[in-house]
């Protein structure tokens, strides 16, 4: 099942022509993934310490669809899927939120994609490890 999140964009995000710097988009896909784990009872900083793994992003890609800029209201779209026993992917759908003329309501116009793959491992040791049992359980939407 999808998640959501929103922000607005904010000035630190956006370049000096006004507009979002590309390497934001995966910063705020990011905080969205976050924010995902911690709703769905996984808040990173105690979930990982008391695991002893890590999930590394192993890939990442965007695409631009339409400039953002500082004050846009976005709503990010979270879908996880299974690729392995020790690896997912998340895709990332930013929708920029229009506020609706006159009485009209708003609308959302779909400003990036993005897709990250992480792999789980052994924070010691390095070597792959399956995915723990909670995350799994969030990746897989049970």
Do not use: N
Request: aromatic content about 10%.
């Amino acid at each position: 099942m999808p998640f959501s999140h929103t922000r607005t964009v904010r000035f630190a995000d956006t370049d000096a022509a006004g507009v979002v710097f590309f390497a934001r988009y995966l910063s705020i896909c990011h905080e969205a993934y976050e924010e995902a784990l911690a709703v769905a009872g996984l808040p990173l900083a105690r979930f990982f310490a008391d695991t002893g793994l890590v999930v590394p992003i192993a890939k990442s890609e965007a695409s631009y669809l339409r400039p953002l800029v500082c004050g846009d209201h976005l709503r990010i779209e979270v879908k996880p899927a299974r690729l392995s026993e020790h690896s997912f992917a998340l895709d990332f759908t930013l929708w920029k939120i229009v506020p609706g003329q006159d009485a009209s309501p708003a609308t959302e116009k779909r400003a990036a994609i993005a897709r990250t793959e992480h792999v789980c491992i052994e924070a010691r040791t390095r070597d792959r490890a399956p995915l723990p049992p909670a995350l799994a359980a969030w990746v897989d939407g049970d």
